[in-house]
Structures are given as C-alpha cells and as structure tokens.
C-alpha cells in the first residue's frame, strides 16, 4: 500500500516552474565635446550675457577650480525590447558654495526654443556624485514619448539651461568690482548657465535618438 501511494503522489505532483533568466539592461553613452564659444552660454539672473572683467562675453566664466562649464551627453539604455533614452548634463568642482541653485525651476531641457514640460516631455533628477578627487553634479533629463518625439523632430538646437548658485561668481567676470550684497553682484551669484546642441552636433544627436517608435519609459540613471 505505501508503495502504490508514493507511485500515485509521484503521477499528481506538479513540476516546479523554472524563473526565466534575468534580462542584462545595455548602456550607452554619446558625449557632446565643446567645439567653440557657441556651445556654451552663461547669463546673469537677469537674463543678460555674464562677461569677463574686461566686458567681453566668451560663454563661460571660471573662478579656479569652479567653472560655468556643463558636459553634455546622451544616454541609451536597453531592457529587453524597451529602449529608453536621457539627456544628462554634469558641473564639476561642487561644493557647498557653488552648485546647483535650491530656487525651482532650476534646470530645463529646450528644443528649437521651446521648454520642454516636466512630467510630461520630461523627467528630470537632479544628483551628486564623486568624481575623481571632486564632486559633481549631474542633472538627467528622462525622455518620455513626447519629449523623444520633439527631439527627433528637432530643426535648430537642444539646449539645457541651469541656473546656478556660485559665491565665487558673485564677484567673478564683469562683477569683480560689485559690492558684495548688491544687485549686480546678486544677478553674477545666480546665473544661468547652459550647452547648446546645433548643427552637426544636432544631426549626431538625432542619429543617436533614432527615429524607431519602441515602447519608451523613464528612470535612466
């Protein structure tokens, strides 16, 4: 009787179901090098180009070791069938008297002039992280489908656009003489600073992005 009980319990028992195999996620990146004055832009809070101590406007302003300077890049990340895609900007040499600005918006991601919208072209996170014997900051903006969409559609330049909170800036370039405090010297603290895509480095983007329609999602880190 034992014997024909553990054959008809070895007929009935059910096969365990095997776990399908974890799906490895690929990561690209494209880095965008500053090829002249024209990818960079720095301005005051008042919207006004920020310029040297001897009035000139070069698109950057550089205390050592802080700088105006964002590098640019996209990103690609692919789980599956799913291919999703980022714009990330990084400021180097952050500390607590130079990063980016806790006024809101403080960061934004613009196509042929147009701001796109948080939640729903966009995704942003805004992070820090060790980079070598500094810190930086890391500003990735997430593509949702509409945002792609502009992308791809894009006619004349990306751009990214951040605004900044630097005390070495407030008496840097054209404010080196501001008093401290002042409204000048408050409009060089906070300014805004930012990379332009255009021209070839636009096409080399859109080649990247693609045109395919695959599912998209957000959450590139």
Not at 153 to 158: I, L, N, P, S, W
Not at 194 to 200: K, L, S
Request: proline content about 5%; glycine content about 8%.
């Amino acid at each position: 009787m034992a014997l024909w009980l553990a054959s008809c319990a070895a007929q009935n028992a059910v096969p365990e179901e095997t776990a399908a195999p974890a799906v490895a996620s690929v990561r690209q990146t494209l880095a965008f090098p500053v090829s002249g004055p024209g990818d960079l832009f720095v301005l005051k809070a008042d919207g006004t180009p920020f310029k040297d101590e001897k009035g000139i406007y070069k698109g950057e302003i550089k205390v050592e070791p802080y700088t105006s300077r964002l590098d640019f890049m996209a990103i690609s990340t692919t789980l599956g069938a799913e291919r999703r895609f980022a714009i990330a900007v990084e400021l180097p040499y952050i500390d607590a008297s130079h990063n980016i600005s806790d006024d809101r918006p403080a960061v934004g991601l613009e196509v042929d002039g147009f701001t796109l919208r948080e939640g729903e072209a966009v995704d942003s996170v805004i992070s820090t992280f060790s980079r070598s014997k500094d810190r930086a900051s890391r500003v990735t903006f997430n593509l949702l489908p509409n945002g792609l969409e502009r992308l791809r559609a894009a006619k004349e330049r990306v751009a990214v656009k951040v605004r900044l909170r630097s005390d070495a800036f407030a008496s840097a370039g054209e404010c080196v003489r501001a008093t401290p405090g002042s409204a000048p010297a408050s409009g060089c603290r906070k300014p805004y600073i930012g990379r332009t895509i255009e021209g070839a480095a636009l096409k080399k983007l859109k080649d990247f992005i693609g045109t395919a329609t695959a599912e998209q999602g957000s959450g590139v880190n």
